[in-house]
């Protein structure tokens, strides 16, 4: 009786042995089910997830590069439209200071031979007469004018008039219509017209300041012809033609010196010239005009220059 109790048991505990393990099979085996739903349902989720962030992170890098490209495309045109303005100034600049050293070239060539020619014919005609002894001018010459020789007295006396006025006019015609773009900066237009006036002062200062060591002559036997002298003198050789003046050339001055009311303009510079000697104060003026004369032409040369391109 007992053994047979105990194969009951031993059968009931091998029965519910083998029911616990089926039951523990059976439960891993809807766990490991569950499991791998739930990670497919993951892995799903996460490839929604990833995919649309993905569709977002595109959309905002392509958003991103199309206002990028939008940007440069904008700044590119501005950039072009600044650079197309630069050179459009560039090129006007180019334009208007080819035009502006063709008007001064003009200009130049308009001025510089007369203003030059002027200068330089008082200067030889002065050089004539300080220097080399010309007794033309003199009432007391040392030298008589030499029998054959054509020049007389009253020829010379006239022509060196008409050199002295012919400054004049020449000056008077450029303070008249000077510019600034006739000289390449203001330092050289400052400098020529320092030079012109040192020849009018020479001319028209009183009393004259003689350099030192100058053999001193008598105050009497000076005379000047001043500043506004000179432009009156001046003003009287300027012949019009339409807009345009000139200086009146020597054969057209000629002919007007037969009426005695035209000579009479030009007493200033008669007086300095008549009876002209070397032991008179007119003749140390007439020396230093003749000195800033030559300071003038140097000084003309140099900054009476057509412009360059």
């Not at 891993?28 to 739903?37: A, D, T, W």
């Not at 030059?116 to 050089?127: E, I, K, N």
């Not at 030298?143 to 020829?155: K, N």
């Amino acid at each position: 009786m007992l053994e047979s109790l105990l194969e009951r048991v031993l059968a009931t505990i091998g029965s519910a042995a083998a029911i616990t393990a089926i039951l523990a099979y059976l439960t891993k085996s809807v766990f490991n089910q569950l499991f791998k739903r739930d990670i497919e349902s993951y892995k799903n989720e996460l490839k929604r997830r990833t995919d649309a962030e993905l569709i977002e992170a595109k959309g905002r890098i392509d958003r991103e590069i199309a206002e990028t490209n939008r940007k440069a495309e904008a700044a590119r045109i501005e950039l072009k439209a600044e650079f197309d303005r630069e050179i459009a100034e560039f090129q006007a600049q180019i334009a208007n200071r080819s035009a502006q050293a063709d008007r001064v070239r003009t200009e130049v060539e308009h001025w510089a031979n007369p203003i030059l020619g002027a200068v330089r014919d008082l200067h030889r005609r002065l050089a004539n007469i300080l220097e080399r002894g010309n007794p033309a001018l003199s009432r007391d010459a040392k030298r008589p004018i030499a029998p054959g020789w054509s020049l007389t007295g009253e020829y010379y006396r006239v022509t060196t008039i008409f050199l002295f006025c012919q400054y004049f006019c020449w000056v008077r015609l450029l303070e008249e219509r000077l510019r600034f773009d006739l000289f390449r900066d203001v330092a050289e237009k400052s400098e020529f017209l320092l030079k012109v006036r040192a020849v009018n002062n020479t001319l028209g200062s009183w009393p004259l300041k003689l350099p030192p060591g100058t053999r001193p002559s008598p105050e009497e036997s000076d005379r000047q012809v001043f500043n506004l002298q000179q432009r009156s003198l001046g003003e009287a050789l300027i012949v019009r033609e339409g807009e345009d003046e000139r200086c009146m050339r020597l054969d057209q001055f000629q002919e007007r010196w037969k009426d005695p009311a035209f000579q009479d303009k030009f007493a200033p510079v008669a007086s300095l010239l008549n009876g002209l000697q070397e032991t008179e104060r007119r003749w140390n003026r007439l020396k230093l005009t003749l000195a800033a004369l030559r300071e003038l032409d140097e000084t003309a040369v140099r900054v009476l220059q057509p412009p360059s391109h």
